[in-house]
Structures are given as C-alpha cells and as structure tokens.
C-alpha cells in the first residue's frame, strides 16, 4: 500500500512564503512523476507544478517565477516553494504522484489528503 503524506501549509499574509513537503512510503518500485495540485472554493483541482522522474517540470502559468518545486527521488520526496503569496492562491494543496509498485506493473495515480493554504490580503 502506498501512501502519500503532507506537511506544511497554514496561514500566511500576501507576500509571504511557505514550504509544502510530502513523502511518499509503501510499496513502491518507482516513481514517475511527482507534483502539486490545488483546489479553490468552488473551483475544480487544477495542477500547480509537477516534476518527472528525470527532472522535467511543468508549471502553471498562475505559479510560474513564484513557486518552485523541487524532487528528491532517492528519498520520494517532492517539495513546493511558494514565495510571493497572493490571496487567489488560496486553497487545498494535494499532493499527486503516480506510481509503479511492481517491476512491469502498471502505473498507478496516488493523493495526499491535502493541507490548507490561506494567504490573508
């Protein structure tokens, strides 16, 4: 069983910054990508940042030159650097990876059970 765990977040004033953090435990045989999503109130989740295995990142252009994610992949842990906080990036931060558990196995799609970021204007 995989599990995938979060820390951080909490409540910040606009302009500041905040460091998520989650690790990923349990059976796993590789990691494939590993990345951030968020959920506003009333708005569909929608991706932050996401990292691949061999380093490739995709940001959102909403984040972009403010948030920086970042991998460890001998640890499976993946980091979000939030800097230049806006109200508007209030939301649930989920944590997303998708998992290989067996060698030849399938890939699987995995989530944390989110933490609260709230940016005060």
């Known amino acids: 069983q995989v599990q995938l765990v979060e820390s951080g977040g909490g409540l910040v004033q606009a302009g500041g910054s905040l460091r998520l953090s989650c690790a990923a435990s349990?059976?796993?045989?590789?990691?494939?990508?590993m990345g951030w999503f968020r959920q506003g109130p009333g708005t569909q989740r929608e991706l932050v940042a996401r990292?691949?295995?061999?380093?490739?990142?995709n940001y959102s252009g909403s984040v972009k030159g403010r948030f920086t994610i970042s991998r460890d992949n001998a640890k499976n842990t993946v980091n979000l650097e939030m800097n230049s906080l806006k109200p508007d990036d209030t939301a649930v931060y989920f944590c997303?990876?998708?998992?290989?558990?067996?060698?030849?196995?399938?890939?699987?799609?995995?989530w944390g059970q989110g933490t609260q970021v709230t940016v005060s204007s």
């Open positions: 997303n990876a998708r998992i290989v558990v067996q060698r030849e196995g399938p890939e699987f799609e995995y």
């Open positions: 349990g059976s796993i045989f590789s990691i494939n990508s």
């Open positions: 990292t691949s295995r061999l380093g490739n990142i």
